[in-house]
């Protein structure tokens, strides 16, 4: 289950230093992007309740990642109504429009 405190929600707290506020629907160009800049999203981690991600699973990242992402054009699509509030402190609210996933 997504989220930091794996609830299914992108919401944070003090103990959340790498904010998971936004949520996003997982693209192969967005996790190759993170396993070079090193954060492995791909490879499961059992022991902190990680399955690992494959692309079109939606996942609560750090919106760091995200806008890291973002400013190398690897941005992956994002869930506005699942994505916390707080990820306005990093990126706009334009920013995250501009990446919204598009209604099917």
Do not use: I
């Amino acid at each position: 289950m997504t989220g930091f405190y794996r609830d299914g929600f992108c919401r944070t707290g003090p103990e959340d230093v790498g904010q998971h506020t936004v949520c996003v629907k997982v693209t192969q160009e967005f996790l190759d992007f993170s396993v070079l800049d090193g954060n492995d999203l791909v490879t499961p981690r059992p022991e902190f309740g990680f399955p690992g991600l494959k692309p079109g699973d939606k996942w609560c990242v750090c919106v760091t990642r995200w806008k890291d992402a973002l400013d190398h054009d690897r941005a992956a699509p994002v869930d506005l109504e699942a994505t916390h509030a707080s990820a306005l402190e990093f990126v706009t609210l334009e920013e995250l429009k501009a990446h919204a996933l598009k209604v099917e």
